[in-house]
T-cell receptor, first 111, second 115 residues
Framework: GNSVTQMEGPVTLSEEAFLTINCTYTATGYPSLFWYVQYPGEGLQLLLKATKADDKGSNKGFEATYRKETTSFHLEKGSVQVSDSAVYFCALERSNYKLTFGKGTLLTVNP | SAVISQKPSRDICQRGTSLTIQCQVDSQVTMMFWYRQQPGQSLTLIATANQGSEATYESGFVIDKFPISRPNLTFSTLTVSNMSPEDSSIYLC????????????FGEGSRLTVL
Protein backbone atom coordinates (compact mmCIF):
# COMPACT_ATOMS: atom_id res chain seq x y z
CA GLY A 1 0.00 0.00 0.00
CA ASN A 2 0.85 3.66 0.00
CA SER A 3 2.53 5.25 2.98
CA VAL A 4 4.59 8.29 3.92
CA THR A 5 7.25 8.32 6.62
CA GLN A 6 8.26 11.69 7.87
CA MET A 7 10.99 12.88 10.18
CA GLU A 8 9.83 12.95 13.77
CA GLY A 9 9.73 16.30 15.44
CA PRO A 10 9.71 18.67 16.97
CA VAL A 11 12.54 20.50 15.24
CA THR A 12 13.90 23.66 16.84
CA LEU A 13 16.29 25.92 14.94
CA SER A 14 17.74 29.36 15.26
CA GLU A 15 16.93 31.96 12.66
CA GLU A 16 19.04 31.66 9.47
CA ALA A 17 19.85 28.00 10.14
CA PHE A 18 19.60 25.36 7.43
CA LEU A 19 16.51 23.17 7.49
CA THR A 20 16.01 19.61 6.32
CA ILE A 21 12.87 17.60 7.02
CA ASN A 22 13.14 14.07 5.72
CA CYS A 23 10.31 12.34 3.92
CA THR A 24 10.28 8.90 2.32
CA TYR A 25 7.39 7.12 0.72
CA THR A 26 6.12 3.72 -0.34
CA ALA A 27 3.83 3.58 -3.33
CA THR A 28 2.92 1.69 -6.44
CA GLY A 29 3.93 3.62 -9.50
CA TYR A 30 5.09 7.20 -9.32
CA PRO A 31 2.62 9.35 -7.43
CA SER A 32 2.71 13.12 -7.20
CA LEU A 33 4.39 14.32 -4.01
CA PHE A 34 3.54 17.33 -1.88
CA TRP A 35 4.59 19.35 1.10
CA TYR A 36 1.81 21.09 3.00
CA VAL A 37 2.31 23.61 5.79
CA GLN A 38 0.01 24.55 8.64
CA TYR A 39 0.75 27.85 10.33
CA PRO A 40 -0.61 28.41 13.84
CA GLY A 41 -4.36 28.94 13.75
CA GLU A 42 -4.66 28.33 10.02
CA GLY A 43 -5.62 25.50 7.68
CA LEU A 44 -3.18 23.41 5.67
CA GLN A 45 -1.71 25.16 2.66
CA LEU A 46 0.13 23.67 -0.26
CA LEU A 47 3.80 24.64 0.01
CA LEU A 48 5.21 22.86 -3.03
CA LYS A 49 4.77 19.80 -5.18
CA ALA A 50 6.49 17.57 -7.73
CA THR A 51 4.69 15.37 -10.19
CA LYS A 52 7.45 13.16 -11.60
CA ALA A 53 10.90 11.84 -10.86
CA ASP A 54 13.70 14.43 -10.66
CA ASP A 55 11.20 17.30 -10.53
CA LYS A 56 12.09 19.99 -8.02
CA GLY A 57 9.28 21.82 -6.29
CA SER A 58 10.06 25.21 -4.80
CA ASN A 59 8.24 28.00 -3.02
CA LYS A 60 9.06 30.66 -0.43
CA GLY A 61 12.71 29.54 -0.36
CA PHE A 62 11.77 25.92 0.32
CA GLU A 63 12.79 23.16 -2.08
CA ALA A 64 12.19 19.43 -2.43
CA THR A 65 13.35 17.06 -5.18
CA TYR A 66 11.43 13.94 -6.20
CA ARG A 67 14.01 11.13 -5.88
CA LYS A 68 12.75 7.91 -7.39
CA GLU A 69 15.87 5.90 -6.57
CA THR A 70 15.63 6.67 -2.86
CA THR A 71 11.83 7.14 -2.77
CA SER A 72 12.37 10.42 -0.99
CA PHE A 73 11.10 13.99 -1.08
CA HIS A 74 13.09 15.84 1.56
CA LEU A 75 12.19 19.44 2.34
CA GLU A 76 15.03 21.97 2.57
CA LYS A 77 15.49 25.65 3.17
CA GLY A 78 18.82 27.41 3.32
CA SER A 79 17.95 30.05 5.90
CA VAL A 80 14.83 29.74 8.03
CA GLN A 81 12.94 32.63 9.53
CA VAL A 82 10.80 32.90 12.63
CA SER A 83 7.78 33.13 10.34
CA ASP A 84 8.52 29.60 9.07
CA SER A 85 7.46 28.17 12.41
CA ALA A 86 4.67 25.76 11.54
CA VAL A 87 3.78 22.09 11.10
CA TYR A 88 4.97 20.57 7.83
CA PHE A 89 3.27 17.57 6.21
CA CYS A 90 4.65 15.40 3.45
CA ALA A 91 2.00 13.71 1.29
CA LEU A 92 1.53 11.62 -1.83
CA GLU A 93 -1.44 11.49 -4.15
CA ARG A 94 -2.93 8.01 -4.44
CA SER A 95 -5.53 8.81 -7.08
CA ASN A 96 -8.11 11.45 -7.92
CA TYR A 97 -6.72 14.00 -5.47
CA LYS A 98 -6.83 11.58 -2.54
CA LEU A 99 -3.78 12.18 -0.37
CA THR A 100 -1.82 10.01 2.03
CA PHE A 101 -0.04 12.12 4.63
CA GLY A 102 2.92 11.74 6.94
CA LYS A 103 2.46 12.51 10.62
CA GLY A 104 3.71 16.06 10.36
CA THR A 105 6.81 17.77 11.74
CA LEU A 106 6.56 20.74 14.07
CA LEU A 107 9.21 23.35 13.30
CA THR A 108 9.99 26.13 15.74
CA VAL A 109 12.40 28.85 14.69
CA ASN A 110 13.80 31.05 17.45
CA PRO A 111 15.10 34.58 16.86
CA SER B 1 -8.09 29.73 -4.48
CA ALA B 2 -10.93 28.55 -2.25
CA VAL B 3 -11.83 29.79 1.19
CA ILE B 4 -13.28 27.13 3.45
CA SER B 5 -15.22 27.76 6.65
CA GLN B 6 -15.78 24.95 9.10
CA LYS B 7 -18.15 24.93 12.05
CA PRO B 8 -17.73 24.28 14.87
CA SER B 9 -14.05 25.02 15.24
CA ARG B 10 -14.00 22.96 18.41
CA ASP B 11 -16.42 21.18 20.70
CA ILE B 12 -16.51 18.95 23.72
CA CYS B 13 -19.00 16.13 23.43
CA GLN B 14 -20.39 13.42 25.62
CA ARG B 15 -19.99 9.75 24.85
CA GLY B 16 -22.88 8.34 22.83
CA THR B 17 -23.94 11.62 21.28
CA SER B 18 -23.58 12.74 17.66
CA LEU B 19 -22.20 15.95 16.23
CA THR B 20 -22.48 17.45 12.77
CA ILE B 21 -19.64 19.47 11.27
CA GLN B 22 -20.35 21.92 8.50
CA CYS B 23 -18.07 22.89 5.63
CA GLN B 24 -18.87 25.95 3.53
CA VAL B 25 -16.80 26.95 0.49
CA ASP B 26 -16.81 30.40 -1.09
CA SER B 27 -16.98 29.00 -4.62
CA GLN B 28 -18.40 26.00 -6.42
CA VAL B 29 -16.05 23.04 -6.32
CA THR B 30 -16.24 19.65 -7.96
CA MET B 31 -14.55 17.55 -5.31
CA MET B 32 -14.85 17.71 -1.53
CA PHE B 33 -13.20 15.43 0.99
CA TRP B 34 -13.29 14.80 4.71
CA TYR B 35 -10.13 13.92 6.63
CA ARG B 36 -9.49 12.95 10.24
CA GLN B 37 -6.37 13.66 12.26
CA GLN B 38 -6.19 11.69 15.46
CA PRO B 39 -3.81 12.89 18.19
CA GLY B 40 -0.21 12.30 17.15
CA GLN B 41 -1.26 10.75 13.87
CA SER B 42 -1.30 11.77 10.25
CA LEU B 43 -4.35 12.95 8.35
CA THR B 44 -6.49 10.05 7.12
CA LEU B 45 -9.06 10.34 4.38
CA ILE B 46 -12.54 9.42 5.57
CA ALA B 47 -14.55 9.87 2.40
CA THR B 48 -15.22 11.80 -0.77
CA ALA B 49 -18.41 13.86 -0.52
CA ASN B 50 -20.36 13.49 -3.77
CA GLN B 51 -22.87 16.11 -4.76
CA GLY B 52 -26.34 14.62 -5.03
CA SER B 53 -25.32 11.06 -4.23
CA GLU B 54 -23.91 8.93 -1.46
CA ALA B 55 -20.39 9.62 -0.28
CA THR B 56 -17.55 7.27 -1.20
CA TYR B 57 -15.92 5.91 1.95
CA GLU B 58 -12.35 4.75 2.43
CA SER B 59 -11.49 1.43 3.95
CA GLY B 60 -12.24 1.42 7.65
CA PHE B 61 -14.94 4.10 7.52
CA VAL B 62 -18.67 3.44 7.18
CA ILE B 63 -21.72 5.53 6.48
CA ASP B 64 -23.50 4.61 9.70
CA LYS B 65 -20.66 6.08 11.74
CA PHE B 66 -19.81 9.03 9.49
CA PRO B 67 -22.86 10.05 7.46
CA ILE B 68 -22.03 12.77 4.96
CA SER B 69 -24.28 15.09 3.03
CA ARG B 70 -23.48 17.31 0.08
CA PRO B 71 -26.60 19.06 -1.15
CA ASN B 72 -24.78 21.44 -3.52
CA LEU B 73 -21.35 22.39 -4.87
CA THR B 74 -20.43 24.69 -1.99
CA PHE B 75 -21.56 22.88 1.17
CA SER B 76 -21.10 19.57 2.96
CA THR B 77 -21.65 18.12 6.39
CA LEU B 78 -19.97 15.29 8.26
CA THR B 79 -21.70 13.72 11.24
CA VAL B 80 -19.77 11.75 13.81
CA SER B 81 -22.32 9.37 15.27
CA ASN B 82 -22.51 7.64 18.62
CA MET B 83 -19.20 9.13 19.66
CA SER B 84 -16.63 7.48 21.87
CA PRO B 85 -13.36 8.90 23.21
CA GLU B 86 -11.57 7.27 20.26
CA ASP B 87 -13.37 9.73 17.99
CA SER B 88 -11.52 12.63 19.60
CA SER B 89 -9.77 14.12 16.59
CA ILE B 90 -9.48 17.06 14.29
CA TYR B 91 -11.82 16.71 11.32
CA LEU B 92 -10.89 18.63 8.19
CA CYS B 93 -12.79 19.51 5.06
CA UNK B 94 -10.80 19.70 1.84
CA UNK B 95 -11.72 20.78 -1.67
CA UNK B 96 -10.12 20.59 -5.07
CA UNK B 97 -9.46 24.05 -6.44
CA UNK B 98 -10.32 25.29 -9.87
CA UNK B 99 -7.89 25.14 -12.73
CA UNK B 100 -5.40 22.69 -14.10
CA UNK B 101 -3.16 22.53 -11.03
CA UNK B 102 -5.99 21.08 -9.00
CA UNK B 103 -4.52 22.19 -5.71
CA UNK B 104 -6.30 20.93 -2.62
CA UNK B 105 -7.47 23.52 -0.09
CA PHE B 106 -8.18 22.73 3.53
CA GLY B 107 -10.37 24.22 6.20
CA GLU B 108 -8.93 25.01 9.62
CA GLY B 109 -10.45 21.88 11.04
CA SER B 110 -12.93 21.04 13.78
CA ARG B 111 -11.36 19.78 16.97
CA LEU B 112 -13.65 17.35 18.78
CA THR B 113 -13.03 16.06 22.27
CA VAL B 114 -15.24 13.22 23.45
CA LEU B 115 -15.50 12.62 27.17
Amino acid sequence: GNSVTQMEGPVTLSEEAFLTINCTYTATGYPSLFWYVQYPGEGLQLLLKATKADDKGSNKGFEATYRKETTSFHLEKGSVQVSDSAVYFCALERSNYKLTFGKGTLLTVNP
Amino acid sequence: SAVISQKPSRDICQRGTSLTIQCQVDSQVTMMFWYRQQPGQSLTLIATANQGSEATYESGFVIDKFPISRPNLTFSTLTVSNMSPEDSSIYLCSVKGQGSTGELFFGEGSRLTVL
